[in-house]
């Protein structure tokens, strides 16, 4: 059975630190792609960062010079850090997993494997 897990969220003051964790297991195929996503109330998904499975790093505008996607060497475990936090931060965020190839980039496609989502609070 394919499970992602996410944990870390949580709620932090403005200008606060958190970090996401993303565990993968049960997934046959190799991952191509790991992300970090997010929906605020009443606002579309948005793609936050990726990462490939040859470490290339993409990231949303929104938190670029803020955010850090990282992943473990077995690449089934993946991380953002998230610094310097906005009360604009505040929403749920998914970590998903993409197998097919050729969807690892800013377009920020995944279809394949999602998690529950780990809400994330930043007030002011």
């Known amino acids: 059975q394919v499970k992602l897990m996410e944990s870390g969220g949580g709620s932090v003051p403005a200008g606060g630190s958190l970090r996401l964790s993303c565990e993968a297991s049960g997934i046959r195929y190799s991952i191509r792609c790991m992300g970090w996503f997010r929906q605020a109330p009443d606002k579309k998904r948005e793609g936050v960062a990726i990462?490939?499975?040859?470490?290339?790093?993409i990231y949303a505008d929104s938190v670029k010079g803020r955010f850090t996607i990282s992943r473990d060497n077995v690449k089934t475990t993946w991380f953002l850090h998230m610094a310097d936090l906005k009360p604009e931060d505040t929403a749920m965020y998914y970590c998903a997993a993409e197998t097919r190839v050729g969807y690892c980039d800013s377009r920020f496609v995944f279809d394949d494997y999602w998690g529950q989502g780990t809400q994330v609070t930043v007030s002011s």
């Open positions: 990462i490939s499975d040859s470490g290339r790093t």
